[in-house]
């Protein structure tokens, strides 16, 4: 049969086409998210029971459950888990009581020196205003009570009283830095032996002594020194001993203060640059368009790190202000300054006290509340 031959048609369209037909679909002109955007567009989620039904049935999966969402479901649940624990935290913190850190604070020496240091400091700014009142050109009177008159002595015998009360409460405190001297005085051999025939070199006391780390050598000689005072007071010792090493002590507690403050302003400026890397980060976060949805774990993991590089930065500033204090005290015994020296040491005085109290107070508080969660755990 003879085939029937049909005119060839143009491939291309034809000039008199484009002008009732629209050219192809240009991708460039539709509309684009902008991917700095702190909405991204919302995604299609589809129900876990349905997806996960069909994928078994079928051996598919939906074409909405990408990596990205399972991403976000595993960091909801840290999230979850995070948010537990700050609430345990909470609760735990609820149920320490003030009874039972002050409690638990007074059974040590340190605690009940602090005790003792705010009574005496309390009642020596009664008395130094006290004094300033009933010596002033408006305030006075010709002659004074009995009551008051014996008021006054029996405060002063008790600021006194406490000022010895803490000085043998203080006793043998060079235990502590010994013990961490002669820690290091037993070294093991060699690693690669054995446990059960690893030898030890025994170094010489004064070998030990004189590598120890300087802060712990000069708070064993300040603890020696304070004793030999305290000694001399009971009568053990005599009194030119006794004042020689109680102002060798105020020089070790000096020099001890000074030491402080470096490594206060040391761990100050670590403190300060790591705080800074968290802020640039979260900064940096906030700018790229990063949402509570996008990235909850890793925004809040930084937020918990700011807040406590801001509280150990809190704890540094009382620290230093503690240890200013006490170089303003002790300066005034080493120096023998006599301007307002009554004023001054009693005012630093009890502003160390009150400091150091509240530091004390707090890690106690702390050390309570750890055992309040590990009991719960």
Same mark, same amino acid.
């Given at each position: 049969?003879?085939?029937?031959?049909?005119?060839?048609?143009?491939?291309?369209?034809?000039?008199?086409?484009?002008?009732?037909?629209?050219?192809? =679909?240009?991708?460039?002109?539709?509309?684009?998210? /902008?991917? *700095? @955007?702190?909405?991204?567009?919302?995604?299609?989620?589809? &129900? %876990?029971?349905?997806?996960?039904?069909?994928?078994?049935?079928?051996?598919?999966?939906?074409?909405?459950?990408?990596?990205?969402?399972?991403?976000?479901?595993?960091?909801?649940?840290?999230?979850?888990?995070?948010?537990?624990?700050?609430?345990?935290?909470?609760?735990?913190?609820?149920?320490?009581?003030?009874?039972?850190?002050?409690?638990?604070?007074?059974?040590?020496?340190?605690?009940?020196?602090?005790?003792?240091?705010?009574?005496?400091?309390?009642?020596?700014?009664?008395?130094?205003?006290?004094?300033?009142?009933?010596?002033?050109?408006?305030?006075?009177?010709?002659?004074?009570?009995?009551?008051?008159?014996?008021?006054?002595?029996?405060?002063?015998?008790?600021?006194?009283?406490?000022? =010895?009360?803490?000085?043998?409460?203080?006793?043998? /405190?060079? *235990? @502590?830095?010994?013990?961490?001297?002669?820690?290091?005085? &037993? %070294?093991?051999?060699?690693?690669?032996?054995?446990?059960?025939?690893?030898?030890?070199?025994?170094?010489?006391?004064?070998?030990?002594?004189?590598?120890?780390?300087?802060?712990?050598?000069?708070?064993?000689?300040?603890?020696?020194?304070?004793?030999?005072?305290?000694?001399?007071?009971?009568?053990?010792?005599?009194?030119?001993?006794?004042?020689?090493?109680?102002?060798?002590?105020?020089?070790?507690?000096?020099?001890?203060?000074?030491?402080?403050?470096?490594?206060?302003?040391?761990?100050?400026?670590?403190?300060?640059?790591?705080?800074?890397?968290?802020?640039?980060?979260?900064?940096?976060?906030?700018?790229?368009?990063?949402?509570?949805?996008?990235?909850?774990?890793?925004?809040?993991?930084?937020?918990?790190?700011?807040?406590?590089?801001?509280?150990?930065?809190?704890?540094?500033?009382?620290?230093?202000?503690?240890?200013?204090?006490?170089?303003?005290?002790?300066?005034?015994?080493?120096?023998?300054?006599?301007?307002?020296?009554?004023?001054?040491?009693?005012?630093?005085?009890?502003?160390?006290?009150?400091?150091?109290?509240?530091?004390?107070?707090?890690?106690?508080?702390?050390?309570?509340?750890?055992?309040?969660?590990?009991?719960?755990?």
């Amino acid at each position: 049969m003879s085939s029937i031959s049909f005119p060839s048609g143009q491939h291309g369209p034809s000039a008199h086409d484009e002008q009732y037909y629209s050219p192809t =679909f240009d991708a460039s002109s539709s509309f684009q998210m /902008n991917p *700095l @955007s702190s909405h991204p567009p919302r995604t299609p989620r589809t &129900s %876990v029971m349905s997806s996960s039904m069909t994928a078994h049935v079928y051996g598919t999966s939906s074409i909405y459950d990408t990596k990205e969402e399972t991403e976000e479901v595993l960091r909801a649940d840290g999230e979850d888990v995070d948010e537990d624990e700050e609430e345990k935290l909470k609760v735990a913190s609820t149920r320490v009581r003030k009874e039972e850190v002050w409690r638990d604070l007074l059974l040590t020496s340190n605690g009940r020196d602090k005790a003792f240091k705010l009574i005496q400091y309390s009642i020596r700014l009664y008395l130094l205003f006290h004094t300033s009142i009933s010596t002033s050109r408006l305030l006075r009177r010709p002659s004074r009570p009995p009551w008051e008159v014996d008021l006054v002595e029996r405060l002063r015998s008790t600021a006194s009283g406490l000022s =010895f009360s803490r000085k043998l409460l203080l006793l043998f /405190n060079w *235990l @502590s830095p010994l013990t961490t001297i002669m820690a290091q005085q &037993s %070294v093991p051999y060699s690693a690669e032996v054995s446990t059960e025939t690893k030898k030890k070199i025994t170094r010489p006391f004064l070998h030990t002594v004189l590598y120890a780390p300087p802060p712990v050598l000069l708070e064993l000689v300040n603890a020696i020194a304070d004793d030999a005072a305290t000694f001399s007071l009971l009568g053990l010792f005599g009194k030119k001993f006794g004042e020689r090493a109680g102002r060798f002590s105020d020089w070790c507690w000096l020099i001890t203060t000074l030491v402080g403050l470096v490594e206060n302003g040391v761990e100050r400026q670590m403190i300060s640059s790591l705080q800074h890397q968290v802020e640039s980060r979260l900064y940096s976060e906030s700018m790229t368009g990063a949402t509570a949805k996008s990235k909850p774990k890793y925004s809040k993991i930084d937020e918990r790190e700011l807040a406590r590089l801001q509280k150990q930065d809190f704890w540094l500033q009382l620290s230093r202000v503690k240890l200013v204090m006490d170089l303003t005290f002790v300066s005034y015994d080493i120096f023998r300054i006599k301007r307002f020296r009554e004023l001054v040491k009693t005012v630093a005085g009890l502003a160390a006290a009150i400091l150091s109290s509240a530091k004390l107070y707090h890690g106690q508080r702390n050390v309570i509340r750890a055992k309040s969660l590990s009991f719960a755990a």
